[in-house]
C-alpha cells in the first residue's frame, strides 16, 4: 500500500434481492465488517443499504448489469470509543461471462467477473484512513449448483488516505474471496 500500511477485513452480508420485473431487482441488505488497520485504529462498521440492479444480457453467454446503492455508514472506531455516520452512493457495471457452458443456467458452472465501481462519498465522509473512490474486481466464480457459488478476485482500489497532510492517494490492491448461497 505504499508504505501507507495495512489493513485486513472480515465480514458478512446478509442480502435480498426481489425480482421486479426480467430486467430488474430489488435490492437490500446490510454489511457487517471487522476492519484491522495499522496503528491500532480498529472499526467496526455497519452499512444497509438498498438499491436496484439492472439487467442488459447482450447474449446468453455475457451478462452485463448496473448495481446503484445508497448506503447508510457507521463506522465505529474502537478504540477511543468514537463513531462517525453518513451516506454514500454507490454504482457497479457488473460483467459475467459463462466460459466452461453456452449460459448461465448450467450446473458446474465457471465464469469470469469484471466489475468497475464508483463511490460518491459525501463532504461529511467518516475520518477514514484509506476512503475508497473507485475500485476495480476482476476474477472468477465456479457455481456448483444454482443456491452455492464461489468467487475470488483481484480488486485495485483507489483511495484516499485522509490521516496523512494533503490526503494522497494510493492504489490498494486486495484478495477478495466469496463464498454465495442462496436461499429461495
Known amino acids: 500500500m505504499n ?21 430488474a431487482d430489488l435490492l437490500m441488505q446490510v454489511q457487517v465488517d471487522y476492519v484491522y488497520q495499522y496503528a491500532n485504529v ?27 446503492l445508497l448506503e447508510f455508514r457507521d463506522v465505529i472506531y474502537l478504540v477511543g470509543d468514537t463513531s462517525s455516520t453518513s451516506w454514500r452512493l454507490r454504482d457497479r457495471i457488473e460483467t459475467r461471462v459463462a466460459l466452461n457452458h453456452p449460459t448461465f443456467e448450467h450446473n458446474q458452472l465457471l465464469y469470469f467477473i469484471g466489475d468497475f465501481e464508483g463511490l460518491l462519498n459525501p463532504a461529511e465522509a467518516p475520518d477514514e484512513r484509506f476512503l475508497d473512490k473507485f475500485i476495480l474486481t476482476l476474477g472468477l466464480g465456479f457455481r456448483f449448483d444454482y443456491t452455492w457459488r464461489i468467487e ?9 488516505n485522509s490521516s496523512r ?20
Open 152 to 160: 475470488a478476485g483481484w480488486q485495485g482500489q483507489e483511495a484516499v
Open 165 to 184: 497532510p494533503g490526503n494522497p492517494k494510493s492504489i490498494v490492491n486486495a484478495l477478495q474471496l466469496r463464498l454465495i448461497h442462496y436461499i429461495h
Open 42 to 68: 480498529n472499526t467496526l462498521e455497519f452499512r444497509p443499504a438498498v438499491g436496484v440492479r439492472l439487467f442488459w444480457v447482450p447474449t446468453s453467454r455475457v451478462s452485463v448489469r448496473n448495481r446503484t
Open 3 to 23: 508504505g501507507t500500511g495495512r489493513w485486513d477485513k472480515i465480514g458478512i452480508q446478509p442480502a435480498v434481492d426481489y425480482h421486479l420485473a426480467r430486467w
